[in-house]
């Protein structure tokens, strides 16, 4: 019982951290651009799309799970090792689902341009099909990989912090 009541105080708050940054990120982006909220969610799911939006957010609240939990095991070496090794992995996915979304959408691009006859009459149906394939794929690039990284840093840092409290640094073999 200790376990799941652990489990769920971690997930809770790893998810309260995302649902913040959410939320801060959408008013930040409401205030630069004078948009709202549900113009912003609505473009996000128009040009991103479902699918890429709910894996990013499952990869996201995973690395932030593994982030928390690394933060609770404070002087436990091999738990600590085993929550960054994981977290890493995580946010290295973020990159790798910006990059697989990236050739999905210029597959599908390209793929829109087998299947049809280029004639005047055509081309603007056929561009703005392309535009919008090649929006998905590049957008998830922008979003994704910036995001990725930002995720690694904050978990070498923090790793990197924990390992210094539990380690001393020493000079020389003195302490």
Same mark, same amino acid.
């Given at each position: 019982?200790?376990?799941?009541?652990?489990?769920?105080?971690?997930?809770?708050?790893? #998810?309260?951290?995302?649902?913040? +940054?959410?939320?801060?990120? #959408?008013?930040?982006?409401?205030? %630069?651009?004078?948009?709202?909220?549900?113009?912003?969610?609505?473009? *996000?799911?128009? !040009?991103?799309?479902?699918?890429?939006?709910?894996?990013?957010?499952?990869?996201?609240?995973?690395?932030?799970?593994?982030?928390?939990? %690394?933060?609770?095991?404070?002087?436990?070496?091999? *738990?600590?090792?085993?929550?960054?090794?994981?977290?890493?992995?995580?946010?290295?996915? !973020? +990159?790798?689902?910006?990059?697989?979304?990236?050739?999905?959408?210029?597959?599908?691009?390209?793929?829109?341009?087998?299947?049809?006859?280029?004639?005047?009459?055509?081309?603007? #149906?056929?561009? =703005?099909?392309?535009?919008?394939?090649?929006?998905?794929?590049?957008?998830?690039?922008?979003?994704? %990989?910036?995001?990725?990284?930002?995720?690694?840093?904050?978990?070498?840092?923090?790793?990197?912090?924990?390992?210094?409290?539990? =380690?001393?640094?020493?000079?020389?073999?003195?302490?």
């Amino acid at each position: 019982m200790r376990v799941l009541t652990d489990i769920f105080a971690t997930g809770s708050q790893a #998810a309260s951290y995302v649902m913040g +940054a959410i939320v801060l990120g #959408a008013a930040g982006l409401a205030a %630069l651009w004078s948009l709202r909220i549900d113009d912003i969610a609505g473009w *996000a799911f128009d !040009v991103l799309g479902a699918g890429f939006v709910g894996l990013l957010t499952l990869l996201v609240l995973g690395t932030v799970y593994c982030l928390v939990q %690394l933060r609770r095991v404070r002087g436990d070496d091999e *738990a600590a090792d085993f929550w960054f090794l994981t977290g890493m992995q995580l946010a290295s996915g !973020v +990159a790798t689902l910006a990059l697989t979304y990236t050739l999905f959408g210029i597959s599908l691009g390209i793929g829109s341009l087998a299947g049809q006859a280029l004639t005047p009459e055509t081309v603007q #149906a056929i561009i =703005r099909e392309l535009t919008a394939s090649f929006s998905l794929a590049f957008m998830t690039t922008v979003i994704g %990989l910036p995001l990725s990284a930002a995720l690694r840093t904050v978990l070498v840092v923090v790793h990197g912090k924990q390992r210094l409290q539990t =380690r001393p640094l020493t000079v020389s073999g003195k302490v």
